[in-house]
């Protein structure tokens, strides 16, 4: 799973965590949550542009099946 970071507080959206008090249980997929949702922390910036951080998936079989990781 991948992790996303708002550019301005270094808030980090976890898909394995979520973001529960957001309405987003854990397991959400980034790509399910709305572009115009803001952060949650500093409510400065949309979706758009938080910056992926991370992902568990990270191996050869993720790239030769055409999966990106963000």
Known sequence: ??????PVCDYVYDETV???????P???P???IPDDWPCPDCG???KI???GAG???????????????R
């Open 1 to 6: 799973m991948s992790t996303f970071r708002c």
């Open 18 to 24: 979520g973001a529960p008090r957001e309405g987003f």
């Open 26 to 28: 854990p397991g959400t």
């Open 30 to 32: 980034w790509a399910t």
């Open 44 to 46: 400065v910036r949309e």
């Open 49 to 51: 542009d938080f910056l």
């Open 55 to 69: 992902s568990e998936a990270s191996g050869p079989d993720e790239i030769s099946e055409g999966n990106s990781v």
